[in-house]
């Protein structure tokens, strides 16, 4: 099943190092089949307030996606981000096609 990293950023300072990792990121993702969903990108408020940007990346399971994450590429840029940025990182299970919202209350 489908798996997601994202990230909810927000005081980011755009600088160097954040333009380096930006630069590093991709090449630590390929191994593990990772690949931008979501990557910041315009958006329209619908309720509440939204004061950060998402990114969404998404992997072919959950194996893969921890595994990127604790790489030793990854943590090597890591620092790059979590230096100039604050924000919430979480993997999340995706779910199929057929997936309805009651499925939860199983």
């Known amino acids: 099943m489908t798996a997601y ?3 909810l950023l927000h005081n980011v300072k755009m600088g160097a190092d954040i333009v380096e990792y930006l ?3 991709d090449e630590t993702l390929a191994p593990f089949g990772g690949h931008y969903i ?3 990108g315009e958006k329209t ?3 509440g307030e939204w004061p950060a940007d998402l990114i969404v990346i998404g992997f072919p399971d959950m194996e893969r996606a921890r595994a990127w994450y604790a790489s030793p590429a990854y943590r090597q840029i890591m620092h790059l981000r979590t230096d100039n940025s604050e924000g919430s990182v979480v993997l999340l299970d995706g779910v199929d096609e057929n997936h ?3 499925d939860i209350l199983a």
């Open 5 to 7: 990293a994202a990230a």
């Open 45 to 47: 408020v619908l309720e």
């Open 38 to 40: 979501i990557h910041g």
């Open 100 to 102: 309805k919202a009651t």
């Open 23 to 25: 630069r590093k990121i």
